[in-house]
Nanobody
Framework: QVQLVESGGGLVQAGGSLRLSCAAS????????MAWFRQAPGKEREFVAA????????YYPDSVKGRFTISKDNAKNTLYLQMTSLKPEDTARYYC?????????????????????WGQGTQVTVSS
């Protein structure tokens, strides 16, 4: 029903910037909240950012607030994550995800259990 493909990762120095993209295929992209998660080796997958169905509401944890910006272009079926002031602690594989179909599908969640489709991820490595 839905396929998500991330791109834009790479190797950057601390303080640098990257913009990640997530191209979505399938129906009703505009009807769902979306999120970015990241996972480093040996660690659990961590919430990074979420955006509601229309793009009007966003949420970030303190670890990235003020540095990362999530956005959503429903006309292009694409989710973005603009990352600035990158730190070595940001090194991880970054995944986009679609919120599960249901009564709350339009709205933000930071709970990994509320997302049912995932991309393959794109690697972000920040050197010190």
């Amino acid at each position: 029903q839905v396929q998500l493909v991330e791109s834009g990762g790479g190797l950057v120095q601390a303080g640098g910037s990257l913009r990640l993209s997530c191209a979505a295929s399938g129906r009703s992209f505009s009807s769902y909240a979306m999120a970015w998660f990241r996972q480093a080796p040996g660690k659990e997958r961590e919430f990074v950012a979420a955006i509601n169905w229309s793009g009007g509401d966003t949420y970030y944890p303190d670890s990235v607030k003020g540095r990362f910006t999530i956005s959503k272009d429903n006309a292009k079926n694409t989710l973005y994550l603009q990352m600035t002031s990158l730190k070595p602690e940001d090194t991880a594989r970054y995944y986009c995800a679609k919120r599960s179909t249901g009564p709350s599908q339009h709205f933000i969640s930071r709970d990994i259990a509320n997302y049912d489709y995932w991309g393959q991820g794109t690697q972000v490595t920040v050197s010190s």
